[in-house]
């Protein structure tokens, strides 16, 4: 997981997910330029459309979210507030109950 964080082009990863990450990287930062010949790059790594418009959909909520909460002034979580979420998150998941 640090690898990833720290660079996932050099993380131990599948090449299939790093072609994945690169394109998140591309919708967060320059949405308007993706192209067909980017989805069908993911096609080649081996991800199907419902997958590539899952990591769009995921990649467009956390760039929302980030943005609202950035522009509202909504504090950062604590320390605390984090280890608590993640804790809450590996045992649920991200799905809501």
């Known amino acids: ?5 720290d660079d996932y082009r050099a993380a131990p990863i599948p090449e ?3 072609a994945l990450f690169a394109f998140v990287e591309k919708v ?7 192209r067909q010949q980017d989805i069908d790059r ?5 991800w199907a459309d ?4 899952d990591a769009v959909l995921v990649c467009a ?11 509202t002034g909504v504090p950062p979580l604590s ?4 280890a608590e979420s993640g804790r809450r ?3 649920e998941g991200y799905g809501m109950r």
Do not use: S
Request: aromatic share 8%; net charge negative.
């Open 28 to 34: 967060t930062a320059c949405c308007a330029e993706v």
């Open 79 to 82: 320390e605390r507030g984090h």
């Open 61 to 71: 909520l956390f760039n929302f979210y980030n943005r609202l909460v950035d522009a």
């Open 89 to 91: 998150i590996a045992r």
């Open 16 to 18: 299939a997910e790093k």
């Open 50 to 53: 419902e997958a590539i418009l």
């Open 1 to 5: 997981m640090d690898a990833v964080l």
């Open 42 to 46: 993911l096609h080649e790594a081996g």
